[in-house]
């Protein structure tokens, strides 16, 4: 493949990345992408708000997309997601057996729900609990869950965005959009 024919390629994913409209509490942002795993690269990240303008942070992530025309024999394909969330937990849920599966759950049902197929999926959901100590003493126990994960996008990689976005909307513990709710653009800025 050509250069000028691998740089379209990209460029036409990089047109449907841009095309995806976040909710109004998600702000995104086009970040410094890592230059040695690949080619070709963009990243975003991404900061979920209690609500439009607000300053507090629920969620955070990072979503980046890998392109190698050589393609990658571990990746199954071209193209590689690669994406981080990571948000505050309640701390009933940080003891839930299951908080791994769930967070697990959580991408491949998104992934499902905007018909994003995929390959060679892979990933780590961690959960994490913080208590200070000493001059720390004061505040109060955290706990946090990241949801690591990686996968080759088949079909349109808008709809990869997408299902991330949806991703960190749940970790945030937003309710979901309902279907046939417009969203209003504004939240969203860095990415044109």
Not at 27 to 46: D, I, N, Q, S
Not at 64 to 82: I, K, N
Request: with cysteine; charged share 20%.
């Amino acid at each position: 493949m050509s250069r000028l024919k691998e740089q379209a390629t990209f460029d036409g994913a990089l047109k449907a990345l841009r095309g995806v409209k976040a909710r109004p509490e998600i702000v995104v942002e086009e970040a410094p992408a890592p230059a040695r795993l690949a080619p070709y690269a963009v990243a975003l990240t991404a900061d979920v708000l209690a609500s439009p303008g607000a300053d507090d942070d629920l969620a955070t992530g990072r979503f980046v997309l890998l392109y190698d025309p050589a393609g990658h024999e571990a990746w199954d394909g071209s193209f590689r997601c690669v994406t981080f969330a990571r948000a505050q937990l309640e701390s009933e849920m940080e003891t839930d057996p299951l908080l791994p599966e769930i967070g697990w759950s959580w991408l491949l049902e998104s992934l499902a729900a905007h018909n994003a197929s995929f390959l060679a999926p892979s990933g780590t959901v961690t959960r994490v609990a913080s208590q200070s100590f000493g001059q720390l003493a004061d505040r109060e126990p955290s706990a946090e869950i990241e949801i690591r994960a990686s996968w080759t996008p088949k079909g349109t990689i808008d709809a990869h965005l997408a299902a991330w976005f949806d991703v960190l909307a749940t970790c945030a513990g937003l309710p979901p959009m309902p279907e046939g709710v417009a969203l209003i653009s504004g939240a969203r800025r860095g990415t044109r």
